[in-house]
């Protein structure tokens, strides 16, 4: 079945300092990728969704500049916590769709803990 | 935007009795209608779905109904066990939107054994 592999798991960094997490397919093609932030006991909130070959595009309210995503592959989506505060502290994760296939075929990764002391 | 709204918020059972969770969801456009469970620290994983020309799916002991009429989805769980203890969202989706899901506040099961 379709695998989404999501790295590091646990993450903790200093303040300032930026944090990429992975989000890969393994083995399925997607062209099209979403990252979700959820903060403890509460629900999955869309970052952006991330298309291959092009810039993502990001819900309201996210900064941009601050959560760099990037598509190159269609296997691979990061997103990049660019000059990480303690309030970006939280639970990141990714889902991929599969290119081609059930439009509604998401796979979801098993996310990523961000601590930032 | 699509608004999607899950009660209740916890829910505890007896181990072996039914748990039902129910979600309303705003845009009458949505098409896509998926359950997740999620444990803790862990990312969602689909039990079930169902979409807007079905009204009924069931697998094992996971049965989802819709009625679109009404703009509700319900997810019901038969012959609890201890391992169904999680948090379930309920979610909705609109092709013409991006295919992008918006979740339910999501439902923390407790069975109790």
């Known amino acids: 079945g379709a695998v989404v592999s999501q790295h590091p798991s646990r993450v903790i960094c200093k303040s300032g300092t930026s944090v990429k997490i992975e989000c890969r397919s393994l083995?399925?093609?997607?062209?099209?990728m979403f990252w979700y932030r959820q903060f403890p006991k509460k629900s999955l909130m869309l970052m952006a969704t991330?298309?291959?070959?092009?810039?993502?595009?990001?819900e309201q309210g996210v900064e941009k500049d601050k959560f760099l995503i990037n598509h190159a592959s269609l296997t691979l989506s990061t997103l990049t916590v660019t000059s990480a505060h303690p309030e970006d502290s939280s639970f990141y994760i990714c889902?991929?769709?599969?290119?081609?296939?059930?439009?509604?075929?998401?796979?979801f990764g098993s996310g990523t803990r961000l601590t930032v002391v | 935007g699509e608004n999607v709204e899950q009660h209740p918020s916890t829910l505890s059972v007896q181990e072996g009795d039914s748990a039902v969770i129910k979600c309303t969801y705003s845009d009458s456009a949505s098409n896509y209608f998926p359950w997740y469970k999620q444990e803790l620290g862990k990312g969602p994983q689909l039990i079930i779905d169902i979409r807007s020309n079905v009204g009924e799916k069931k697998d094992q002991r996971i049965a989802v109904t819709l009625n679109k009429t009404a703009k509700h989805f319900s997810l019901h769980i038969t012959e609890t066990q201890p391992e169904d203890s999680a948090v379930y969202f309920c979610a909705a989706s609109i092709k013409a939107a991006g295919n992008k899901l918006t979740f339910g506040g999501g439902t923390r099961v407790l069975v109790k054994p």
């Open positions: 991330s298309n291959e070959g092009s810039k993502a595009t990001y």
């Open positions: 889902s991929a769709q599969r290119t081609g296939g059930d439009l509604y075929g998401y796979t």
């Open positions: 083995d399925f093609q997607a062209t099209t």
